[in-house]
């Protein structure tokens, strides 16, 4: 039997550790640190309240799908993975638990769930994984059930003469590249919830891999969809590019389930790699670095993966495991190449010329090992600090390369008290992501967090910010997102969402301002 993942923290519990006593100690002293006035609750003791949908409606949609409505299913389908999330769901607080889970096989079984919902008015929020950090699975409605695609989990053709892949959207990451590999091909997606999200959910909140530098966000690899609405089926893209209007592949990408339910996605493949190779560079500030990853960007040689952290992240995130000289001061650069052994060879050596002319020093395979073998780790640290009372949370932003500074010192400056760090995290010939992470003593409940998030919100749009790379929308984002388009941009939403989902039961209150 699959393993399940953790119902109030991240991934597979058999996999979280809890923090050395040193660290522990470290945390009390320097952030004052102290142990939360509860413990978490058990599942077994939390006992969400009757499904709110007549009995009648529960029959109808059983008649369509596959329905469970037992307490610990519809706890596990309780909001996303977000650090208010875990701690409200850790109290046992069940006010974003769904009503029932809905497990359609068919495309067809998803058009039926939205027809009856729109009948009968209770909301569908559409779950691949439920990773989302923004608040993307708590609708604002008086009932809803969760639309589990787990069953939809086919690798359903590979054409190799265009080198694409057709798959079913509840295919999670390491599936689909079991699939795939078994064809000798990877789609090259690797973002740090891989091992656990969904191939839907990339698609919809236009998720961003580890190796983007190289292989391009879910949203550039692709090329067509089914989609199930309450109007019904959208089917788009005839090929990978087209002059024939708007894309409207673009208005489906990134929608977080607002606007319909993809069903199945065709996406572009590549060979597998014969070569991945990682390694790590020091750079004496994060201003340097900065230089040098975006001389890359725009004339190259692109490596595959390309990241950094700034001088607090490099600090603490060495974990004093292995050291990058000058006495550790400095920032650390992970600098990765996948593809043919020769072309790698190819690349490598002109990478390597170009960021030693620009201050870098090479720092060796170390680095870069350390960092393969963690990089899906991070959100297991985030538990072990909850649980011994900090508080940790992740927020991401981009703009254009010559205003990554102004960024960058913005929100910083809008969490003073905190530990803040960043890296770097995806690059483009015009502009960069900057992803932070922030760990207090300070905030206790979730009001506090909502307070400091309101601020770095502000922050990032008032210093010409995107208020997310690759997050998402959900509600967190929701106040800042409208700012950002503009009245007229939310109008626009507003009248897409009105015309493929009239009744608004897709994920009422999600993305559309």
């Known amino acids: 039997m699959p393993v399940q993942m953790s119902w109030s923290g991240w991934g597979d519990p058999a996999k979280a550790t809890p923090l050395p006593e040193s660290v522990t100690t470290l945390l009390r002293e ?38 469970r409505a037992d307490a610990e299913e519809r706890v596990r389908h309780t909001g996303g993975k977000s650090t208010p999330d875990l701690l409200r769901i850790r109290r046992g607080d069940t006010s974003q638990t769904p009503d029932a889970v809905v497990l359609p096989a ?56 265009s080198r694409t ?79 024939a209007g708007p894309d409207l592949r ?53 490596p595959t993966v390309l990241r950094l952290s700034d001088e607090t992240e490099t600090m603490v995130g060495l974990a004093r495991t292995e050291t990058i000289g000058e006495g550790d001061s ?33 720092l060796g395979a170390g680095p870069g090992e350390s960092w393969e073998h963690g990089r899906f780790g991070a959100p297991y640290l ?7 009372g900090a508080f940790v949370e992740t927020l991401e932003t981009t703009t254009f390369w010559s205003n990554i500074p102004v960024l960058y010192e913005a929100v910083k400056a809008a969490l003073p008290g905190h530990l803040v760090m960043c890296h770097i995290s995806h690059v483009y010939a015009s502009s960069a992501s900057l992803y932070f992470t922030i760990v207090s003593g300070r905030i206790g409940r979730d009001a506090d967090w909502d307070e400091a998030k309101t601020a770095v919100n502000e922050a990032i749009i008032a210093a010409g910010g995107s208020i997310s790379h690759h997050h998402g929308v959900g509600t967190e984002h929701r106040a800042a997102y409208a700012e950002e388009i503009g009245p007229l941009g939310v109008e626009v939403l507003r009248a897409v969402k009105r015309s493929l989902d009239p009744a608004g039961i897709l994920n009422p209150g999600i993305l559309v301002p």
């Open 330 to 362: 400095g920032c650390l650069a992970i600098v990765g190449y996948e593809g043919q052994a020769g072309e790698v060879a190819v690349r490598r050596d002109r990478t390597h010329a170009v960021l030693s002319s620009l201050g870098g020093t090479a």
């Open 106 to 161: 068919t495309h067809e079984d998803v058009l039926g769930v939205l027809e009856l919902a729109t009948a009968h008015g209770f909301a569908v929020v559409p779950f691949g994984g439920g990773t989302s950090v923004v608040g993307g699975l708590a609708p604002e409605a008086p009932a809803f059930v969760a639309l589990d695609l787990r069953r939809l989990d086919e690798l359903l053709e590979v054409d190799e003469v």
């Open 382 to 388: 985030r538990d072990s600090l909850l649980d011994v």
């Open 165 to 243: 892949a057709t798959l079913q959207v509840g295919l999670r990451g390491p599936r689909a590249e079991e699939l795939l590999g078994e064809r000798g091909y990877t789609i090259g997606h690797f973002p740090q919830s891989f091992e656990w999200a969904s191939i839907g959910g990339f698609a919809a909140a236009r998720s961003s891999g580890q190796s983007s530098a190289g292989y391009g966000r879910f949203d550039e690899l692709v090329v067509g969809m089914t989609v199930a609405t309450p109007s019904g089926t959208l089917t788009l893209g005839r090929a990978q590019k087209s002059a």
């Open 250 to 302: 673009q208005l489906v990408l990134g929608s977080e389930g607002a606007f319909g339910v993809i069903t199945s996605l065709t996406v572009r493949i590549r060979p597998l790699p014969e070569v991945r190779l990682y390694e790590g560079w020091r750079f004496p500030d994060f201003a340097s670095g900065a230089a040098a990853l975006r001389r890359l960007s725009q004339d190259g040689p692109m």
């Open 30 to 67: 320097l952030l004052g640190v102290q142990p939360r006035d509860e413990s978490p609750v058990a599942l077994s003791d939390i006992a969400p309240p009757e499904p709110r949908l007549d009995q009648d409606v529960l029959a109808a949609l059983g008649k369509i799908a596959e329905v």
